[in-house]
């Protein structure tokens, strides 16, 4: 039987945490949350990358990229970094 596994896709999700507190230049205190979810709405994409940033006594700030996280590169975290 085949087993499922989640690990490459753990590893895509701290690299891109990972970028986006380097490149973006967040604070250790900020919670960065990154999901790959799957859009059922007409019009986007089947996958997008959801980043989340947390600080403490803020809403949370959200940013969508329409592409897998496998596929989240330092251009695309540049790109996508919030005003």
């Known amino acids: 039987m085949l087993e ?3 690990k490459p896709k753990v590893k895509h999700t701290q ?14 205190n900020v919670v960065i949350m990154v999901s790959e979810l799957k859009c ?14 947390m600080a403490e006594d803020q809403n949370p700030t959200k940013i969508k990229i329409e592409r897998p ?10 790109e996508h970094k919030p005003k």
């Open 4 to 6: 499922f596994s989640n």
């Open 15 to 28: 690299r891109v945490k990972d970028l986006v507190r380097n490149r973006w230049g967040i604070d250790d």
């Open 40 to 53: 059922h709405k007409d019009g986007c994409p089947d996958v997008e990358t959801v980043i989340a940033l």
């Open 69 to 78: 996280v496998a596929e989240v590169d330092p251009k695309i975290i540049k």
